[in-house]
């Protein structure tokens, strides 16, 4: 580590997140006009001299249709920015956002790249999940090979092993929504939220729409679990081929205890400190490790914690040292597993809520992390933040910022 350049944050930006459905206010926006809008105001943010950024890299995890051939270079050319600048486009899976981050970072600690902007972006409501396909989930002989089961059914399948009851994850989303109304209210997200306007600059959506205040266990309850026609329609026998030991699945996750299906976008720029003193910008936050790990692929939702591990063994830290922690909802129990096994305490996870309570854009996910993480830190002016994220095929990615 000590002959790499250090890689710092200059700024993090992030539109509202909009229902992932028609009707959603971001439904009626393009996901190349999601992103380009964004770049546009980081560069109006900063007063950034666009020539002198070497890349952007974007994270989506449906990269076809509407946001496919590289969403990054052409969002690039139709924020007006400089030609010169490069960009890719980078599927994780649900990491994506993240590792647009860590990669950005990666390239400015080699020297060979002074400035990148990395981020993600995810049109949900009008890319859906599985538009892409591929052979994990579509292709019988390698789902058969592998044995797939889908993520609802993987997350109460774990549910059910480690005896995650229905209220335990209710309960879990509950205060999820508690805390992001209470984040909301108080103007925790503003500093990096940036509105979305259509093309005369009427507004469209300036904070996150996703949030259900007032949810109760009481009125979770009323929910039917969402997991168990996949699983009767022969994903559970594969989960239970798999996991003898498991006599049925006990379906507990449903809408309100998983992620939120939603749109949005996120840029950050991540520099070297040469940059930063060229084009005189603060450094907000420094890039201190990341990790990625392969975990189960049919339980698919436990890499976070060997991920986090492995970061912090990069760092030459400890779990204690880390101040905050933004812990990806993906479904309720798979948070819970990550507490059992790190022993991190809720109070430090997830503070203004998650995915639950927000949604989940799933290329943008990450890198939006990093910018709440980051300013949280600075207004509780604490050091250490760790952003990680369950991934499909299981994976998991994290990453560890430091406030400057």
């Not at 914690?305 to 204690?320: E, Q, T, V, Y």
Request: with cysteine; hydrophobic share 45%; net charge negative.
């Amino acid at each position: 580590m000590s002959n790499l350049s250090s890689a710092y944050i200059y700024d993090a930006v992030r539109t509202p997140r909009g229902k992932g459905k028609t009707g959603g206010a971001l439904n009626e926006v393009k996901p190349i006009d999601l992103l380009a809008g964004l770049l546009r105001n980081l560069q109006a943010r900063l007063d950034l001299d666009t020539a002198r950024v070497d890349d952007v890299v974007m994270g989506c995890v449906q990269p076809v249709f509407e946001q496919g051939s590289d969403i990054a270079r052409v969002a690039v050319l139709r924020a007006g920015w400089d030609q010169s600048v490069a960009g890719t486009q980078i599927d994780r899976y649900c990491g994506s956002g993240l590792e647009a981050v860590n990669l950005a970072a990666a390239k400015v600690m080699s020297g060979w790249e002074q400035l990148v902007v990395a981020g993600g972006v995810e049109s949900m409501s009008r890319v859906p999940m599985g538009t892409r396909g591929g052979a994990w989930s579509d292709d019988p002989a390698t789902a058969r090979a592998l044995n797939y089961i889908p993520q609802g059914v993987a997350i109460d399948l774990l549910a059910t092993m480690e005896g995650y009851s229905r209220e335990d994850v209710d309960t879990f989303a509950v205060e999820s929504q508690r805390r992001a109304a209470v984040a909301q209210a108080n103007g925790h997200f503003d500093k990096s939220l940036i509105a979305v306007k259509d093309q005369n600059g009427l507004l469209i959506l300036d904070r996150d729409e996703y949030t259900r205040p007032g949810t109760t266990v009481e009125k979770l309850a009323a929910l039917k679990p969402a997991f168990a026609p996949m699983g009767a329609a022969g994903y559970e026998a594969v989960a239970l081929a798999r996991y003898p030991g498991i006599d049925k699945i006990n379906y507990v996750h449903h809408s309100g205890n998983s992620s939120g299906i939603v749109d949005g976008a996120a840029a950050l720029l991540i520099g070297s400190e040469q940059a930063g003193r060229d084009l005189g910008l603060k450094a907000r936050g420094r890039i201190v490790a990341a990790a990625v790990v392969g975990s189960e692929p049919t339980v698919m939702l436990t890499g976070p914690a060997p991920a986090a591990r492995k970061a912090l063994a990069i760092a030459g830290l400890d779990f204690d040292d880390i101040d905050l922690f933004e812990v990806n909802e993906a479904f309720a129990g798979m948070v819970l597993r990550f507490m059992q096994d790190t022993g991190v305490a809720h109070e430090k996870i997830n503070v203004n809520g998650g995915s639950i309570a927000l949604g989940h854009p799933l290329g943008a996910t990450g890198a939006m992390l990093v910018g709440t993480v980051l300013d949280e830190l600075e207004r509780r002016n604490q050091r250490y933040g760790m952003v990680t994220l369950c991934v499909a095929a299981g994976m998991g990615i994290a990453t560890i910022i430091e406030r400057v």
